[in-house]
């Protein structure tokens, strides 16, 4: 199909909803998802490897494939593996620039207050894998999890006949340590249960489909998850001095990630955005994967569209929390001062999302579905839990007694007030 460029101002209801109300499409699953998770909570085990046979159709032997990862990160060809570490390496020095410190201060007299930083001790990656090849996955999970210090590092990830040696290496250069082919919402299950062979994790991170999200969304509550992702999306904003060919290229190659994806395109200019359309559909034309880009320039959340004023274009843009945003403009810096909602921002016409998705160092995994309103995406922070600490001295707290035995008081908890004056008696 080719696209139309669409006049922001003229969207209506529906239009505005299907840009802004996106969603993972987990609930036409969820109740067969809770069936498996069920029975692998019950079963363990016999349950996975069940459900392995009938969605994989894989017989699994041994489900620890930790020793095969490094063995496939022996044998791989010399110029993959170099790709790998040189990913791994640059995803490693950006998430230890992450890396906060314990600090303790004085606030007022006899008052000193903190907080410290510990990792979780146990956590789950998801790495969907497979026969496909998704080493990039590997790399941006488990990564963070070990720079944070986590204890112990599992990884889930598909089986195949022939599982794709590049993603195990790369789970394998990552550093984690185990690693289970399992997939599906049967790997979550086994995640956030345990089976015989599976180890509970306290948190599971990570992207894969909506069985996997819906699995995400059942065991929640029973171990933290990151969040919920749905299909892959960007949002480029560009201005009359942006090169339509690179807009364009970065629309498809959003789009060929999957058919659910959403792509847009914002631009104040006219003759832009009518570009932007016709590099799009020549450029669809030559990729190979032009079936699965053309059915996401489809989805009723892609388009390109055209903004009375950058300003409009800046709203809609908030508005819609992209995961991907790229802004190729002349002002960029200005533009991204006015946007605060977006998983991860490529600025300038030399900064490809592709960028972000492999080498460049920050973390590829990152919120859909407007969830950059109101997270991130994976850091080290998410596998740090955070303690504060405080100390008060006898003068600290007679500073501060009459506040903490007046609002104790007001409450009627009578036996914490209690508890500051015993203390302040005995200082008399």
Not at 117 to 132: L, N, T
Not at 304 to 324: D, Q
Request: proline share 5%; with cysteine.
């Amino acid at each position: 199909m080719t696209l139309d460029v669409q006049p922001i101002a003229d969207l209506g209801p529906g239009d505005r909803a299907a840009f802004f109300e996106r969603d993972a499409g987990i609930e036409a699953v969820r109740e067969d998802v809770r069936g498996i998770v069920d029975r692998v909570r019950e079963e363990g085990d016999v349950a996975v490897r069940e459900f392995t046979s009938e969605f994989d159709d894989v017989e699994l032997g041994s489900m620890d494939i930790t020793d095969a990862c490094e063995r496939a990160y022996e044998n791989l060809d010399p110029e993959l593996r170099e790709a790998i570490e040189a990913a791994a390496d640059n995803v490693r020095e950006f998430h230890e620039a992450q890396l906060p410190d314990d600090w303790r201060e004085e606030f007022g007299p006899g008052r000193e207050l903190g907080r410290r930083f510990r990792p979780i001790d146990r956590v789950g990656v998801y790495v969907p894998g497979g026969s496909a090849a998704y080493p990039s996955s590997a790399i941006m999970g488990v990564v963070p999890a070990v720079v944070a210090g986590v204890d112990h590092v599992s990884v889930v990830t598909p089986p195949a006949d022939e599982q794709n040696p590049v993603t195990l290496a790369a789970i394998h250069a990552a550093g984690a340590d185990a690693v289970y082919s399992v997939g599906g919402a049967q790997a979550i299950a086994g995640l956030a249960y345990g089976t015989e062979t599976i180890t509970r994790v306290q948190k599971i991170v990570g992207p894969g489909n909506r069985w996997v999200t819906a699995a995400k969304a059942e065991v929640r509550g029973d171990v933290e998850i990151d969040f919920l992702a749905g299909p892959s999306e960007v949002v480029v904003i560009a201005d009359g001095t942006a090169d339509p060919n690179l807009v364009a290229s970065e629309l498809v190659a959003q789009a060929e990630h999957d058919p659910n994806a959403s792509v847009v395109a914002v631009t104040d200019d006219e003759a832009t955005a009518e570009a932007v359309v016709e590099a799009i559909d020549e450029q669809a034309s030559a990729r190979e994967r032009e079936d699965v880009i053309r059915e996401a320039l489809a989805n009723e959340a892609s388009g390109v569209l055209l903004a009375r004023s950058m300003s409009e274009g800046i709203l809609f843009t908030e508005e819609y929390a992209p995961e991907h945003l790229a802004i190729v403009a002349d002002d960029d810096e200005s533009i991204l001062d006015r946007i605060d909602s977006a998983g991860s921002v490529f600025l300038g016409p030399n900064t490809p999302v592709a960028a972000g998705d492999y080498a460049s160092g920050t973390n590829h995994v990152l919120p859909t579905n407007g969830g950059a309103r109101v997270t991130g995406g994976l850091s080290v922070e998410t596998f740090l839990r955070s303690t504060t600490v405080q100390r008060l001295s006898g003068e600290g707290l007679a500073d501060i007694g009459e506040t903490i035995t007046t609002l104790a008081d007001a409450e009627g908890l009578e036996a914490h007030a209690e508890s500051v004056r015993k203390r302040l008696e005995s200082d008399d």
